[in-house]
């Protein structure tokens, strides 16, 4: 199966800092990787598709980078409605994984 | 406006079985492959189960395989998950969720609210 991590596993910064996740899988998934945003008592909701693709109707202060095995969640801007836990999965191959995830805080 | 819209979950004894439903509207249901995901307490979301369209491929995790079992009623927009032989570390939130457009490599684009699992011994 592929491993995915995350890190950092926590983060504060301040209202309008840039925040940069990052995602590694243990073996190449090429871009096949989404990013996602859960709020506590609330469904996940899709960010970022194949590495680098912005879901419609999500800020554009969001972005994703990377390929292979190293990819990064960025914010370019943070804001207090970002406060939740960051996710990234592979959908290369069946199992699908998901990495334990960054909680963001504001500082 | 796509919606999904789980069901049935709640408390169980260990051993014992539950059936979630996931309701689906706002698409063309038959046309994506559509999975469950969970989250138990604490931990991070961890892929169940995914059915393509037609229900031509089916996969598992590992640690659910041979116990649950996804079914889909494309007449109905509805999603299946048959438990069985539930365990603790079953006991999660549920969700489903929309993946790939005829095509099992796809993200999670939309995700049901969830429904509660919990698991007594």
């Known amino acids: 199966d592929i491993q995915m991590t995350q890190s950092p596993s926590t983060l504060s910064a301040s209202v309008g800092d840039r925040v940069t996740i990052t995602c590694r899988a243990s073996q190449s998934i090429g871009g096949w990787l989404a990013w996602y945003q859960q709020v506590p008592g609330k469904a996940p909701k899709l960010l970022i598709y194949k590495a680098s693709n912005l879901k419609s109707g999500v800020p554009s202060r969001f972005s994703g980078s990377g390929s292979g095995t190293e990819f990064t969640l960025t914010i370019s801007s943070l804001q207090p409605d970002d406060i939740a836990t960051y996710s990234c999965q592979q959908y290369n191959s069946f199992p699908w994984t998901f990495a334990l995830g960054t909680k963001v805080e504001i500082k | 406006e796509v919606q999904l819209v789980e069901s049935g979950g709640g408390p169980v004894k260990a051993g014992g079985s539950l059936r979630l439903s996931c309701e689906a509207s706002?698409?063309?249901?038959?046309?994506?492959?559509m999975n469950w995901v969970r989250r138990a307490p604490g931990r991070g979301l961890e892929w169940v189960s995914s059915?393509?369209?037609?229900?031509?491929?089916?996969y598992y995790a590992q640690s659910v395989r041979g116990r649950f079992t996804i079914s889909r009623d494309d007449a109905r927009s509805a999603l299946y998950l048959q438990m069985n032989s539930l365990r603790a570390e079953d006991a999660a939130v549920y969700y489903c969720?929309?993946?790939?457009?005829?095509?099992?490599?796809?993200?999670?684009?939309?995700w049901g609210q969830g429904t509660l699992v919990t698991v007594s011994s």
């Open positions: 969720a929309r993946g790939g457009y005829y095509d099992t490599r796809g993200e999670n684009d939309y």
């Open positions: 706002g698409f063309i249901f038959s046309s994506y492959t």
């Open positions: 059915i393509s369209s037609s229900s031509t491929y089916i």
